[in-house]
């Protein structure tokens, strides 16, 4: 009997063998192909996104660029110089030197000829024709008619047409005493531009008042809301006011609403004082103690307008050598209708290192409509500058004179009736020859005490003083005035919106984590969502059976087939 298998046992094993490595390399091969096809490519880096999302240069808007003085492009009425780069500005727009800026010239905006593009090799002066996307305002001709306004934009400049030549209009000044609605009403035979004189404040005077004058020996001034008495050593106040808003008799610091003024009555008690401890040098202002001129003080300059002033003055040692200079700049506060601001500047010309500088502001509050019988609230805040306050606005202005009070010191809410004031004095630190400090004080009023609050929290005041009448102390009606600082070294003691009775808020958010958050979600791009979201869709492609499975499970079943064919052939011929 043979033991060599027969020719069909030999094809049974051959078929059986094939199968069992084709289902083997069928359950043992990866999907990497297939799980890709189900996940997105991934995003492109921040880098590439941005580089892919800058405009092209020559279609950029031309808002992002500041747009350009159209009346100085009227008036001057030059052509633009050739480029040299493949760009031309219009006629009436300013060339600009590419080779001297380094960087391509910025496309016009909208509102002037878009520039044409020209071919390689033919003159830059010969502009190409494009249609404007947008409307465009079309260079009036020399003939001196206004050109009509294109509905759909213009139209650039046809190649070879030169640019026609803009003629400058006429520059006049208007006559001091003719209005603008006269001057513009008027009849004219070509384009012109005309200068009116603009200043709403008046123009600024040098020169220091002189008797007769509106408020002498001050100055008046206001915003509409708030007046100030204003003389040319920095302090406040005048026995008259004739010729200003407030009219005859004294003014300090007046509420125009009401009428009322806060620190003139009775005493012209407001001022101020600057000093060295360690040389005993001292200057200062107060019309009450030290009168006109103040004491060791000569006026460097004085400069007012309707609703400005500035004072600049030289604090002198025995032998006249200047020690320091004082600015006192008073402007209306841009946070707020209810103050004013002053910009104080302390500068050290004594070429000598000054170790401290001490500084003091006082006034007497007198609240109309019940003088010498008002109620006074004092909060220092947490101003590190400050280190003494009470309610004695007739001391000295003398910030050596030492402390003195009437009713009370440091902080008090609604204390009186009284014939009472406040005084604030500030250690500040050294100052080297030549350096200067700087802080701001506020002066002004509201129709109630809430309303003086959100007054103080709109300017980020540091440390104050209210002045009420007797009349309503609690609500501050008919009028609280004000009299505070900011920049010395504390926070803010109301918040912005100026809640009554609440200081400032000076502590982290409750919930910090959300801050952070809410900005990756409102930033992150589209993409980055759509990557988190395929996360899983990966996952589970790995893993559900497909058909690769189903043809590896059937080629093992042809495999067990083919070998039991193969064994039952061998049996028989056996």
């Given at each position: 009997?043979?033991t060599?298998?027969?020719q069909r046992?030999?094809?049974?094993l051959?078929?059986?063998?094939?199968?069992?490595?084709?289902?083997?390399a069928?359950a043992?091969?990866?999907?990497?192909?297939?799980?890709?096809d189900?996940?997105?490519?991934?995003?492109?880096?921040?880098e590439?996104?941005a580089?892919?999302?800058?405009?092209?240069p020559?279609?950029?808007?031309?808002?992002?660029?500041e747009?350009?003085?159209?009346?100085?492009?009227?008036v001057?009425?030059?052509?633009?110089?050739?480029?040299?780069?493949?760009?031309e500005?219009?006629?009436?727009?300013?060339?600009?030197?590419?080779?001297a800026t380094?960087?391509?010239?910025?496309?016009?905006?909208?509102?002037?000829?878009a520039?044409?593009?020209?071919?390689?090799g033919e003159?830059?002066?010969?502009?190409?024709?494009?249609?404007a996307?947008?409307p465009?305002?079309e260079p009036a001709?020399s003939?001196?008619e206004?050109?009509?306004?294109?509905?759909?934009?213009?139209?650039a400049?046809g190649?070879?047409?030169?640019?026609?030549?803009?003629?400058?209009?006429?520059?006049?000044?208007?006559a001091?005493e003719?209005?603008?609605?006269?001057?513009?009403a008027?009849?004219?035979?070509?384009?012109?531009?005309t200068?009116?004189?603009?200043?709403?404040?008046?123009?600024?005077?040098?020169?220091l008042?002189?008797?007769?004058s509106?408020?002498?020996p001050a100055?008046?001034?206001?915003?509409?809301?708030?007046?100030?008495a204003?003389?040319?050593?920095?302090?406040?106040?005048?026995?008259?006011?004739?010729?200003?808003?407030?009219?005859?008799?004294?003014?300090?610091?007046?509420?125009?609403?009401?009428?009322?003024?806060s620190?003139?009555?009775?005493?012209?008690c407001?001022?101020?004082?600057?000093?060295?401890?360690?040389?005993?040098?001292?200057?200062g202002?107060?019309?009450d103690?030290e009168?006109?001129?103040?004491t060791?003080?000569?006026?460097?300059?004085?400069?007012?307008?309707?609703s400005?002033?500035?004072?600049?003055?030289l604090?002198?040692?025995?032998?006249?050598a200047?020690?320091?200079?004082?600015?006192?700049?008073?402007?209306?506060?841009?946070?707020?209708?209810?103050?004013?601001?002053?910009?104080?500047?302390i500068?050290?010309?004594s070429g000598?290192?000054?170790?401290?500088?001490?500084y003091?502001?006082l006034?007497?509050?007198?609240?109309e409509p019940t003088?010498?019988?008002?109620?006074?609230?004092i909060?220092?805040?947490?101003?590190?500058?400050?280190?003494?306050?009470?309610?004695?606005?007739?001391?000295?202005?003398?910030?050596?004179s030492?402390?003195?009070?009437?009713?009370?010191?440091?902080?008090?809410?609604?204390?009186?009736?009284?014939?009472?004031?406040?005084?604030?004095?500030?250690?500040?630190g050294?100052?080297?020859?030549?350096?200067?400090?700087s802080?701001?004080?506020?002066?002004g009023a509201?129709?109630?005490?809430?309303e003086?609050r959100?007054?103080?929290?709109?300017?980020g005041a540091?440390?104050?003083?209210?002045?009420?009448?007797s009349?309503d102390?609690?609500?501050?009606?008919?009028?609280?005035?004000?009299?505070?600082?900011?920049?010395v070294?504390?926070?803010?003691l109301?918040?912005?919106?100026?809640t009554?009775?609440?200081p400032a808020p000076?502590?982290?958010?409750?919930?910090?984590?959300a801050?952070?958050?809410?900005v990756?979600?409102a930033d992150?791009?589209?993409?980055?969502v759509a990557?988190?979201?395929a996360?899983?869709?990966?996952?589970?492609?790995g893993?559900e059976?497909?058909?690769?499975?189903?043809?590896?499970l059937?080629?093992?079943?042809?495999?067990?087939?083919?070998?039991a064919?193969?064994?039952?052939?061998r049996?028989?011929?056996?």
């Amino acid at each position: 009997m043979s033991t060599q298998p027969s020719q069909r046992a030999r094809v049974g094993l051959a078929a059986g063998a094939v199968a069992m490595m084709a289902a083997l390399a069928l359950a043992l091969a990866p999907l990497p192909a297939i799980a890709d096809d189900a996940v997105p490519d991934p995003p492109a880096s921040s880098e590439e996104s941005a580089a892919s999302a800058e405009p092209v240069p020559a279609v950029e808007p031309a808002a992002v660029a500041e747009a350009p003085d159209a009346a100085a492009a009227v008036v001057s009425g030059e052509p633009a110089a050739d480029e040299s780069t493949t760009e031309e500005p219009a006629a009436d727009e300013p060339a600009t030197d590419e080779s001297a800026t380094g960087e391509p010239a910025v496309e016009p905006e909208p509102s002037v000829p878009a520039a044409p593009v020209v071919d390689d090799g033919e003159p830059a002066a010969e502009p190409a024709p494009e249609p404007a996307a947008e409307p465009a305002a079309e260079p009036a001709p020399s003939g001196g008619e206004p050109a009509e306004p294109s509905e759909g934009g213009s139209e650039a400049p046809g190649r070879g047409d030169a640019p026609a030549a803009v003629e400058p209009p006429e520059v006049v000044v208007a006559a001091p005493e003719a209005t603008v609605e006269e001057t513009l009403a008027a009849d004219v035979d070509e384009p012109t531009v005309t200068l009116f004189a603009a200043a709403e404040a008046g123009p600024v005077a040098a020169a220091l008042p002189t008797p007769g004058s509106p408020c002498y020996p001050a100055v008046c001034i206001t915003n509409g809301t708030i007046l100030l008495a204003v003389n040319p050593t920095g302090e406040l106040n005048t026995p008259d006011a004739t010729g200003s808003v407030a009219g005859p008799g004294d003014a300090g610091l007046e509420y125009v609403p009401t009428g009322n003024d806060s620190t003139s009555p009775g005493c012209l008690c407001e001022g101020w004082g600057v000093a060295d401890p360690a040389s005993g040098v001292w200057g200062g202002a107060d019309l009450d103690t030290e009168g006109e001129g103040g004491t060791n003080l000569v006026v460097e300059s004085f400069e007012f307008t309707g609703s400005t002033a500035t004072s600049v003055v030289l604090v002198n040692d025995a032998a006249s050598a200047p020690v320091f200079r004082v600015t006192h700049q008073y402007v209306p506060s841009p946070a707020t209708k209810n103050l004013y601001q002053v910009n104080v500047t302390i500068e050290n010309v004594s070429g000598a290192p000054i170790a401290t500088v001490q500084y003091r502001r006082l006034m007497d509050w007198d609240i109309e409509p019940t003088a010498f019988d008002e109620f006074v609230t004092i909060d220092g805040g947490s101003a590190s500058a400050l280190f003494y306050t009470s309610d004695d606005g007739f001391a000295s202005p003398n910030p050596l004179s030492g402390p003195s009070s009437i009713l009370f010191e440091g902080n008090g809410v609604d204390q009186g009736p009284g014939d009472i004031g406040a005084l604030f004095d500030f250690r500040f630190g050294g100052l080297a020859p030549g350096a200067s400090l700087s802080f701001v004080i506020f002066y002004g009023a509201a129709a109630t005490e809430a309303e003086a609050r959100a007054a103080l929290g709109a300017a980020g005041a540091e440390a104050y003083s209210f002045g009420q009448s007797s009349v309503d102390p609690v609500t501050g009606t008919p009028n609280t005035f004000i009299f505070a600082f900011g920049k010395v070294g504390g926070t803010p003691l109301f918040t912005p919106a100026g809640t009554p009775g609440e200081p400032a808020p000076v502590v982290e958010p409750a919930t910090p984590a959300a801050v952070p958050a809410a900005v990756v979600v409102a930033d992150a791009p589209a993409d980055v969502v759509a990557v988190d979201d395929a996360a899983p869709v990966l996952a589970a492609t790995g893993t559900e059976p497909v058909l690769p499975g189903v043809l590896a499970l059937a080629a093992l079943v042809l495999g067990a087939i083919a070998v039991a064919a193969s064994a039952l052939a061998r049996r028989r011929a056996a």
